[in-house]
């Protein structure tokens, strides 16, 4: 598919894809899931106002334009329709990470453990190209399927930016829960802002709680400014002091303190549980097939004549 900006009618659009329901609101934009007619393949489609794509909008076209990655959601068309854009992306029909921890209440040390090595290999790859996504929580984390966290995608890049090593910006921009220490002292900081709200998102899997709240945001700023952590029993009683020593470290205040992604990737409690989650995962999916063969559901291989 062709990631150049495209030019054309409104018609000649939906001459090519089919507009379904609407699937999410946004200040300048709203998205829905399309069907292409001729493959008959999903897709979402995000219709943007051109006036709307200033900063935020423009910082997500252009992030997207070169990532491609199997956990990043991938942008495969533009169009320009009028004063509007035509954002052609990949359809995520699963619903969000939210969705799912509000369903849950809380995740297993090994399904918490999954998700965030995908997500830590996901940004190692942002990273790499230069790229802060600034706006990193669980609702701009979708799943491929639902109440599957083997496929998710980080999406949402509208406060991401370019960011080469050794370079340092002040932007105040994010999600005030998922907001690292630095951003709220308005200070110069960089990747590692990433790595806070990643140390956030673990604590909310394990604990289905947020590790900073009040229903004051100031007083939520001095909080997450102090960053003074709280494990308490009715939560984390039946979770390992590894998992909460690896929260302590993604959640230092001082950022040159807080461990880095490469560190994260090699953190013996992430590596053992996410192995035990796959394995788990592989059991489930030889018993599925071995009852699918018992029942006679598996499809016989076609033999040649």
Same mark, same amino acid.
Request: glycine share 4%; net charge positive; proline share 3%.
């Given at each position: 598919?062709?990631?150049?900006?495209?030019?054309?009618?409104?018609?000649?659009?939906?001459?090519?894809?089919?507009?379904?329901?609407?699937?999410?609101?946004?200040?300048?934009?709203?998205?829905?899931?399309?069907?292409?007619?001729?493959?008959?393949?999903?897709?979402?489609?995000?219709?943007?106002?051109?006036?709307?794509?200033? $900063?935020?909008? &423009?910082? #997500?076209?252009?992030?997207? /334009? %070169?990532?491609?990655?199997?956990?990043?959601?991938? +942008? @495969?068309?533009?169009?320009?329709?009028?004063?509007?854009?035509?954002?052609?992306?990949?359809?995520?029909?699963?619903?969000?990470?939210?969705?799912?921890?509000?369903?849950?209440?809380?995740?297993?040390?090994?399904?918490?453990?999954?998700?965030?090595?995908?997500?830590?290999?996901?940004?190692?790859?942002?990273?790499?190209?230069?790229?802060?996504?600034?706006?990193?929580?669980?609702?701009?984390?979708?799943?491929?399927?639902?109440?599957?966290?083997?496929?998710?995608?980080?999406?949402?890049?509208?406060?991401?930016?370019?960011?080469?090593?050794?370079?340092?910006?002040?932007?105040?921009?994010?999600?005030?829960?998922?907001?690292?220490? $630095?951003?709220? &002292?308005? #200070?110069?900081?960089?990747? /590692? %802002?990433?790595?806070?709200?990643?140390?956030?998102? +673990? @604590?909310?899997?394990?604990?289905?709680?947020?590790?900073?709240?009040?229903?004051?945001?100031?007083?939520?700023?001095?909080?997450?400014?102090?960053?003074?952590?709280?494990?308490?029993?009715?939560?984390?009683?039946?979770?390992?002091?590894?998992?909460?020593?690896?929260?302590?470290?993604?959640?230092?205040?001082?950022?040159?303190?807080?461990?880095?992604?490469?560190?994260?990737?090699?953190?013996?409690?992430?590596?053992?549980?996410?192995?035990?989650?796959?394995?788990?995962?592989?059991?489930?999916?030889?018993?599925?097939?071995?009852?699918?063969?018992?029942?006679?559901?598996?499809?016989?291989?076609?033999?040649?004549?």
């Amino acid at each position: 598919m062709n990631k150049k900006t495209q030019h054309l009618t409104k018609k000649e659009f939906f001459l090519k894809y089919e507009k379904k329901e609407l699937v999410g609101q946004g200040a300048f934009s709203n998205v829905y899931r399309i069907v292409e007619h001729k493959s008959q393949k999903e897709y979402c489609l995000k219709i943007q106002s051109c006036k709307g794509i200033e $900063e935020n909008g &423009k910082n #997500e076209i252009e992030t997207l /334009s %070169v990532l491609n990655h199997p956990n990043v959601i991938k +942008l @495969y068309e533009m169009y320009k329709i009028k004063n509007k854009m035509f954002l052609v992306m990949e359809y995520a029909k699963g619903g969000s990470l939210m969705d799912l921890i509000e369903e849950k209440s809380r995740f297993t040390e090994t399904e918490a453990a999954f998700v965030i090595l995908i997500l830590l290999k996901a940004l190692k790859y942002l990273h790499s190209n230069n790229i802060i996504h600034r706006d990193l929580k669980p609702e701009n984390i979708l799943l491929m399927n639902s109440c599957d966290i083997t496929s998710i995608l980080i999406t949402d890049f509208g406060f991401s930016k370019f960011l080469q090593e050794n370079e340092y910006t002040k932007t105040f921009c994010g999600t005030a829960t998922y907001m690292a220490p $630095e951003i709220l &002292k308005q #200070e110069e900081y960089d990747t /590692s %802002v990433d790595i806070w709200s990643t140390g956030v998102i +673990l @604590y909310l899997l394990l604990s289905g709680l947020p590790p900073f709240f009040d229903y004051s945001i100031p007083l939520l700023h001095r909080k997450i400014m102090n960053g003074k952590l709280y494990f308490p029993k009715e939560q984390f009683s039946t979770i390992s002091k590894r998992a909460m020593k690896l929260i302590k470290h993604f959640l230092k205040v001082n950022p040159k303190e807080r461990i880095t992604i490469d560190q994260a990737l090699k953190n013996t409690w992430l590596l053992k549980k996410s192995n035990e989650f796959i394995k788990q995962k592989l059991q489930e999916n030889k018993q599925l097939e071995n009852g699918q063969e018992m029942n006679g559901t598996k499809e016989k291989p076609k033999l040649n004549k």
